[in-house]
């Protein structure tokens, strides 16, 4: 009894201390200057450039990853492609890289003085240090969340409830619309959730790949780095509370889209 | 709606589990394919629906060529093994989803449904999800839905195959019945011939992709065409034979052949269980048994045969007097009723 007590206690406390704490304190730090002192910090032109930046950013990737992330669930789920299994280990591979080293990856394929940029450039689409460069990388870095999260729902899916949508008349189009998408789009959506928060969050690849030009690539939370390196903590601390209000109020969705999906297919 | 099919023949790979398949259906009839499971029934099946394609051959359906057709085209209705209900639907959106496809007035597709809740015994259960329903309610969902857009064929895959025993026995007397009452062309595939007797008018035998037999239930037990039917319709022992001067002898016991060989050819001899009869010799007889066993109002007795050292088991009522002092151990004489006997090719397939 008293060992189990203990243990209860001692969870209690590491979680406070590890967690809680830290975000009490940004809290606070957040706002100790008053609501006009946050004010000031996040309606500074350069942090809200920054964060339209890494929102809009962040949902263009998400909309592109939810569908492409669903597509290549569906080829890794339903069809016997060669090479499947090198398929589903590179979806992994950018949960496994350093995101930084991701950045620096896209870096050194599309950079200035490289031939691919080079050209890229030419054709006015520069990728480095840019803002394509930002979006290539969020879509690097989130490419596993829709695909991991959509592949156990479309495995329990019955290829033949799409025959028996066949049989009974139904085109392509009607049964991916009325049969197919229903059931998988909690899981499509929590996926989506969880990529929108990493991608407003993410700071390594971002570093390395956008230039970090202030109005035009830099994104928030390597804003906010910025300012607490130029002595600012509470103007850091002021913009970390708007990413941590985003990232608090999707928690509950995705947690809610992920009970969706798990009780459709229980 | 009549349905026939010509020389389907499909391969997965290098294996051809469709071999030139021709049979017909005739308007309104109730067939079952039978064969032991892999033996390409279900694709014969899917072919005819237009879930699979066929290598080459002919649907037709109704007097039209269909083959060419998509699955979507052929207005045949599909019951699958699982079922295969929409789970995001209600039961009613289940089984109006054949009617919404085709536009038809949402009026008509109300009361259509109604009806088909109606007759398939689950009055009240429109507005439930398919996973709050039993094994047996969900299959006659799925056949409600087949049969909602007024399909010109009925095609059952294995439909009983995933609810328990009992179950199962109810929702085939339930199909026997409902057919009589809607008189949809149906064709099912089973691997059990009980089943397949119990409620076809019309089976036919597939194995290995091939087309064995083709009859109604009391032709295929009474005239196999082939060893193969002879030897998987029923409970049978195939036991070595040689024919000679009409007869065909098992060791010391014969039986007048049905089937003319030349005198010398060796023999598989099928004969049915209840073709058979025991009845104890002391000192003599042919056999000796090995197990007496009661099996509900039947007694199974099975014993081995000295001469060509092969068991044989044979089933008696209960009260038969041929048990009349049968048992482990003893002596009996045999005599075979009614055998069919095919030529060994060899090697002997058994």
């Known amino acids: 009894m008293r060992g189990s007590l203990l243990l209860r206690l001692g969870v209690v406390a590491w979680v406070t201390a590890l967690v809680a704490l830290p975000v009490t304190v940004l809290v606070l730090r957040g706002v100790e200057d008053g609501p006009h002192a946050f004010w000031i910090a996040v309606s500074d032109p350069t942090a809200i450039d920054a964060l339209v930046l ?18 290549v669930a569906w080829v890794l789920v339903r069809w016997d492609v060669p090479g499947r299994r090198v398929i ?3 979806v992994d591979l ?32 520069p990728v480095a240090f840019a803002r394509t460069g930002i979006v290539m990388a969020l879509l690097f870095v989130t490419l596993p969340f829709v695909v991991r999260a959509v592949e156990p729902v479309l495995e329990e899916l019955d290829p033949a409830e799409e025959e028996a949508a066949y049989t009974m008349g139904a085109t392509r189009f009607t049964t991916l619309v009325r049969v197919l998408l229903p059931p998988i789009l909690p899981a499509v959506a929590a996926g989506a959730v969880q990529t929108f928060a990493r991608s407003v969050a993410e700071f390594g690849s971002l570093a390395a790949v956008s230039g970090n030009i202030p109005h035009r690539t830099l994104v928030a939370p390597v804003y906010i780095l910025g300012e607490v390196e130029a ?10 509370l708007v990413l941590l209000a985003i990232a608090l109020s999707l928690q509950p969705l995705a947690g809610a889209l992920a009970r969706r999906a798990g009780a459709r297919h229980a | 709606m009549g349905i026939r099919v010509e020389n389907l023949v499909k391969s997965f790979g290098s294996v051809r589990v469709v071999d030139h398949v021709s049979f017909e259906v005739r ?44 699955a979507r085209d052929r207005q045949v209705g599909f019951v699958f093994q699982h079922y295969a209900l929409f789970r995001h639907m209600t039961v009613a959106d289940n089984i109006a989803f054949g009617l919404s496809v085709r536009k038809i007035p949402l009026a008509e597709q109300k009361e259509r449904v109604a009806t088909l809740l109606e007759v398939m015994g689950l009055p009240g259960m ?45 929702l085939r007397r339930w199909l026997r019945k409902l057919h009589d009452e809607v008189h949809t062309t149906s064709i099912f595939v089973t691997h059990d011939q009980e089943e397949a007797f119990a409620i076809a008018d019309r089976v036919m035998i597939i194995s290995q992709g091939k087309l064995e037999q083709a009859g109604s239930p009391v032709e295929i037990l009474d005239n196999p065409a082939t060893e193969f039917v002879a030897r998987f319709v029923g409970d049978v022992n195939v036991l070595p034979g040689v024919s000679r001067q009409g007869h065909v002898h098992v060791g010391r016991v014969s039986v007048p052949a049905e089937d003319p060989h030349p005198d010398g050819t060796a023999v598989n001899v099928v004969v049915r269980a209840y073709d058979l009869k025991f009845w104890r010799e002391d000192g003599a007889g042919v056999a000796t048994v090995r197990r007496v066993m009661t099996v509900g109002d039947r007694v199974r007795v099975e014993a081995w045969l000295d001469e060509v050292e092969a068991p044989i088991f044979a089933q008696f009522p209960r009260r038969s007097s041929l048990l009349h002092g049968v ?20 090697p002997d397939a058994r």
């Not at chain 1, 350093?98 to 054709?123: D, R």
């Not at chain 2, 079952?32 to 279900?42: I, M, R, T």
């Not at chain 2, 048992?327 to 060899?346: F, K, L, M």
Request: glycine residues 12%; contains cysteine.
């Open chain 1, 94 to 125: 950018p949960l496994a890289i350093p995101t930084l080293v991701a950045g620096v990856l896209l870096v050194a394929l599309f950079g200035p003085q490289t031939a691919v940029g080079h050209v890229l450039i030419g054709l006015g689409i």
């Open chain 1, 54 to 71: 890494s929102l809009w950013t962040a949902a263009l990737a998400t909309t592109i990853n939810a569908v492409v992330g669903t597509a």
């Open chain 1, 88 to 90: 589903a280990a590179l």
């Open chain 2, 327 to 346: 048992e482990a151990g003893c002596r009996i004489a045999v005599e075979i009723t009614q055998a069919r006997a095919w030529a060994v090719h060899a």
């Open chain 2, 27 to 70: 308007p309104g009839e109730l067939v079952a394919l039978l064969g032991p499971s892999g033996g390409g029934k279900s694709t014969v099946l899917r072919m005819i629906a237009g879930l699979e394609a066929a290598d080459s051959g002919e649907v037709w359906l109704d007097g039209a060529r269909v083959d060419h057709l998509h």
């Open chain 1, 231 to 240: 002595g600012n903590p509470g103007g850091a601390a002021s913009v970390s």
């Open chain 2, 126 to 170: 429109g507005e439930r999800m398919p996973s709050q329903l039993s094994g047996g309610q969900r299959q006659r969902v799925a056949l409600a839905r087949a049969l909602a857009p007024r399909p010109k064929l009925l095609l059952l895959d294995e439909p009983f195959g995933a609810v328990d025993a009992k179950v199962r026995e109810e």
